[in-house]
């Protein structure tokens, strides 16, 4: 199986048609046709539906189309660092991203990384701790962003100097909007939204007893996605602090006892850096509190 023909296949698989998938990729379209039947062969698969003016994925198919994706990323990956050996002024760097406010410390490494290297690029996955730990664990990403504990036996770890406030984000006018801090009884009956990790993480430990009497009314990986049903009155959210209030009449409340996540920067501990990948943790390391392993 080669790279350059699941490059053809993941065009055909987003054009949906065998013409302008031809033209994207500058080959004929028989060309194409028999690179695509070599690969159903191969597999012993059909993977697309064949229509008069369109195509469409098997179930093998939209299998196949989520393995390429991470293959050919990788194999651009390895490329690219292969091109950056020689390379002192640049390169990429692959990294994957909780939401969180405390992202700013590291914007601004980047920023001051990117003056001292210019020819920098950074390629950046938004994600909750599951979603980029798998793509770490590919080797699709350089560094990784979570808001837990890692795993020390995988990965090597600083943490951020600041961490996140758990927080309740509530309509303005809504009778706990007037309370200044928010205990787990005041959320009884309540309908609420949060990450599922949040949710059997952070806030079950906060919450303690009154655990089993809250109500998840729906589980979010994006807060904004979140806040857009609180602002419909379908419930309220438990997010971090600065993700999503101020805007559109709803505010932040912090939980009481006061909730901290704590955030980290992981890595696989038994993956080779590239030049470029070693300078930023060391950049890292002499300008956060290195209070990780």
Known sequence: MEIRTLRYFLTVAREENMTHAAELLHVTQPTLSRALRGLEEELGKKLFIRHSFSIQLTEEGRLLRSRAEDLVTMADKIEQEFFSLDDITGGDLYLGLAESYQIRHLAKEIRNFKSRFPGLRYHITSGDTEQVTEKLDKGLLDFAVVCESPDTQKYGSIMFPQGDIWGLVLPEDAPLA????????????????????????????????????????????????????????????????????????????????????????????????????????????????????
């Open 178 to 293: 007037q309370k200044a801090s928010i205990c787990a009884s005041d959320l009884i009956g309540v309908p609420l939204f949060t990450s599922r990790q949040g949710w059997e993480g952070d806030i079950r430990g906060w919450a303690g007893e009154v655990f089993d009497s809250l109500q998840l009314e729906g589980s979010f990986r994006l807060a904004y996605n979140a806040s857009v049903f609180v602002r419909e009155g379908l419930g309220y959210q438990l997010t971090f602090e600065h993700l999503v209030d101020g805007a559109d009449g709803l505010v932040f409340r912090p939980l009481s006892p006061r909730l901290e996540a704590d955030l980290y920067l992981i890595w696989d501990r038994y993956r080779t850096f590239t030049p470029l990948a070693e300078r930023f943790l060391k950049q890292i390391r002499e300008h956060f509190a290195d209070r990780g392993t």
